[in-house]
């Protein structure tokens, strides 16, 4: 059974950091891609970013290319997402969440099979 558990959340002001952790479990993490979605009060679940299965291809949404990053340690069975100057804007429930896929492409929420419960982040002056 696939467990994924977020960590990091918090509450930041306007233009501060936070660094969201995954931890996976219940199969080989190194052999599928890994993603982070967030979802707003009243708005739809959105893609953020996605990972290959190496960490070698990132892919971003539009809305946070330039200020979040993400990554991954398979030795650890972790994925990280490091989010820089922090907008209002970015205020969400954070999900971890992985596909059946090696690559990082397949980055639509259907294309994820297994869901983490979420943290959330609030980001105020």
């Known amino acids: 059974q696939v467990q994924l558990v977020e960590s990091g959340g918090g509450s930041v002001q306007i233009g501060g950091s936070l660094r969201l952790s995954c931890a996976a479990s219940g199969r080989t993490f190194g052999d599928y891609a890994m993603g982070w979605f967030r979802q707003a009060p009243g708005k739809e679940r959105e893609f953020v970013a996605t990972i290959n299965w190496s960490g070698e291809n990132t892919y971003y949404g539009d809305a946070v290319k330039g200020h979040f990053t993400i990554s991954r340690d398979n030795a650890k069975s972790t994925m990280f997402l490091q989010m820089n100057n922090l907008k209002p804007e970015d205020t969400a429930v954070y999900y971890c969440?992985?596909?059946?896929?090696?690559?990082?492409?397949?980055?639509?929420?259907?294309?994820?099979?297994?869901w983490g419960k979420g943290t959330l982040v609030t980001v105020s002056s």
């Open positions: 969440a992985t596909s059946n896929y090696r690559s990082g492409a397949y980055n639509a929420v259907g294309d994820m099979s297994y």
